[in-house]
């Protein structure tokens, strides 16, 4: 039977020209095995190919390329401006305003790269805008974009009320910053197109090849379901499925999932909202509600923050419809009243990977000089997973430059509690988050209590969509 996939990637596999799955039987060799087949495996590989295109790189992929994350998030591309106290606090003053610079530079290079190779993605550089639903979280970007300001960084601008509320669609956003530094993308078709152009540079693709276990010998060995991979050096980019194949990673990352409905097309009812562009908008609670309109005419709205996995493996329910698919149906409407009575065409969800400090970490693993590693982008991963590839090509081909000397590179910087404290924890933190918001969102003041227990969440770096 076929299997059923989430809305992005089927609609991305309806439009693309048969392609062939083949998986690896039997034994091979490369100069770069590459294990993972989302944006943090093919940007690595298409950067290794650019730099060096005589080097031979394989990837393995337990499913198809796009399969996990990458083929079904919400598409809002963003930069890293809005952690650059985080980045600053981990990596210090100049680092942290380089990665800035880099993250936002990252968008315009996935914009080039998909006009040049032309992936027809839907790619829609209109900006980003973060707004505000309820009184008490206006200002919450403030502090930040006085520090930008303060270093020549700042590319957001405070915009009136009415503006926000045009700009968004919808008057529930009462107040928002904008920058012009953000996108929107079928994700999907994005992933699938990388896929494309990854093969026509001479990469091979194994797809339906799930890596089983790793020999980590001077050469290591990657064996997979009916063969294996003789590699000189292997990039390990799994993303959510790492702590399954390396318990050492169980807690590094909460393994959660992000929600999502896409409406059915009505162009016409987009035309009225205003929201006739690919601006990314999302709002400023802990666990944020995003969306953006597709250039279809449909409206694509999600939430991170939901189904926590204990132990950080991965649930069935991943794979399914969204079990909040009423709820974000409902939010839908609240948003944009003229979309009330419309179909919801689709519901998904996925699992998302948060770090404790909100941004991803890379390193050798185990030690081992040949093998490479990245995860942790915390549910800001379309933008960031291009600089994943610059990284993890930079280590592959033993350069010494920015990214080697990272703070970055250096593994995880944080851990969070063992079973079953960190499950317990996340439910409470959760339910203290949900609780706090709903009183905000009222105009009541929520509890001490309820406020004290969502500080936790907002110190491991707020995410942007997981
Ligand atoms: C529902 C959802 C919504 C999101 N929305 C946004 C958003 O709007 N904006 C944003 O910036 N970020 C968003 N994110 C985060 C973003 O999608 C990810 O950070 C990014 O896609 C990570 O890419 P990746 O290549 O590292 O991981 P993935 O795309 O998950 O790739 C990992 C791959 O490894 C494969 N794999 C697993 N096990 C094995 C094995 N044993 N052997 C071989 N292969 C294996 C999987 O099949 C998968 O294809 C969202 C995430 C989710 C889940």
């Known amino acids: 039977m076929k299997k059923q996939r989430p809305f992005w990637l089927e609609q991305a596999l309806a439009a693309q020209e048969q392609c062939p799955v083949i998986p690896l039987r039997g034994e091979t060799s490369a100069d770069v095995c590459i294990v993972g087949g989302g944006y943090t495996g093919l940007w690595t590989a298409i950067q290794i190919k650019q730099q060096s295109p005589a080097t031979h790189v394989v990837v393995v992929e337990a499913d198809i390329c796009g399969a996990g994350a990458s083929g079904r998030n919400g598409g809002c591309i963003l930069s890293w401006a809005t952690k650059y106290m985080t980045l600053r606090k981990l990596f210090g003053e100049s680092e942290a305003q380089r990665l800035v610079i880099v993250s936002e530079q990252a968008i315009e ?29 206006i200002g919450s970007t403030d502090s930040v974009i006085a520090a930008l300001e303060a270093r020549g960084l700042n590319s957001y601008e405070t915009l009136p009320a009415q503006d926000v509320a045009t700009r968004s669609g919808s008057v529930s956003n ?30 091979k693709i194994y797809e339906q090849t799930p890596m089983h276990r790793i020999d980590p010998e001077v050469q290591p060995v990657v064996h997979t379901a009916a063969g294996k991979v003789i590699a000189k050096k292997v990039v390990i ?54 969306y953006h309109s597709t250039s279809d005419g449909r409206i694509m709205l999600g939430k991170g923050g939901n189904t926590f996995a204990y132990g950080a493996r991965m649930l069935p329910v991943f794979d ?22 419309l179909n919801i065409a689709a519901s998904w969800n996925g699992p998302s990977d948060r770090a404790t400090t909100g941004l991803p970490f890379f390193g050798n693993l185990r030690g081992h000089p ?38 970055l590179v250096k593994g995880p910087r944080g851990y969070f509690p063992p079973e079953p404290l960190r499950y317990l924890g996340s439910l409470l933190v959760r339910g203290a988050i949900r609780r706090k918001e709903r009183a905000e969102m009222l105009g009541r003041k929520p509890s001490k209590f309820d406020r004290s227990l969502s500080r936790l969440a907002d110190a491991a770096g707020k995410a942007d969509h997981g």
């Open 109 to 137: 290079h996935i914009g080039a790269f998909v006009r040049r190779h032309q992936i027809d993605c839907d790619f829609r550089h209109d900006g980003v805008l973060y707004t505000a639903m309820a009184s008490a979280h």
């Open 174 to 203: 009462i107040a928002g910053v904008f920058s012009p530094r953000g996108a929107s993308v079928q994700p999907g078709k994005l992933v699938r197109g990388m896929r494309r152009v990854a093969l026509e540079m001479g990469v």
């Open 370 to 407: 040949s093998i490479f590693y990245g995860l942790g982008y915390s549910g800001n991963g379309v933008g960031p997973t291009y600089m994943g590839g610059q990284i993890l090509s930079s280590l592959v081909l033993g350069q010494d430059n920015a990214w080697t000397r990272s703070g």
């Open 320 to 341: 399914q419809p969204s079990p909040y698919r009423k709820q974000l149906g409902k939010a839908v409407c609240d948003f944009f009243p003229s979309f009330a009575g």
């Open 237 to 290: 980019a799994l993303n959510a499925w790492m702590p399954e194949q390396f318990p050492e990673f169980s807690r590094t990352i909460v393994v959660v999932s992000s929600d999502m409905v896409v409406t059915q097309a009505r162009p016409d009812l987009i035309q009225q909202t205003g929201l006739n562009n690919g601006v990314a908008v999302l709002d400023s609670r802990t666990f944020v509600y995003y």
